[in-house]
Nanobody, 125 residues
Framework: QVRVLESGGGSVQAGGSLRLSCAPSGYAVENYCMGWFRQAPGKEREGVVTLDRAGRGNYADSAKDRFTISRDIAKNTLYLQMNSLKPEDTAMYYC???????????????????WGQGTQVTVSS
């Protein structure tokens, strides 16, 4: 049975940093395209960044130069380091895995599965 646990969210002031973690059980993060997504109240879920099996990251424009995706294979954990946070980054953040090791272009929700419960990030101005 696949389970996904996201953690690391919290409340920070603008300009602060957080590191989110995603620890799945039932599969290895190194074998799949992995993605971080977020959903703000009243808005659709959107992609933040993906990481393919080869370790290549693909960032949404909103995340470039501020966020970094990484993984620890030994711990089977995916991370999202978020720096220079802005109030517009406030959202519930989710991780999910793709169907393959390669990531499809774009951040289509349907290309991902096994969503966790999310971790809340709140950035105050």
């Amino acid at each position: 049975q696949v389970r996904v646990l996201e953690s690391g969210g919290g409340s920070v002031q603008a300009g602060g940093s957080l590191r989110l973690s995603c620890a799945p059980s039932g599969y290895a993060v190194e074998n799949y395209c992995m993605g971080w997504f977020r959903q703000a109240p009243g808005k659709e879920r959107e992609g933040v960044v993906t990481l393919d099996r080869a370790g290549r990251g693909n960032y949404a424009d909103s995340a470039k130069d501020r966020f970094t995706i990484s993984r620890d294979i030994a711990k089977n954990t995916l991370y999202l380091q978020m720096n220079s946070l802005k109030p517009e980054d406030t959202a519930m953040y989710y991780c999910a895995r793709g169907w393959l090791g390669d990531c499809y272009d774009g951040f289509k929700i349907g290309d991902y599965r096994d969503w966790g419960q999310g971790t809340q990030v709140t950035v105050s101005s």
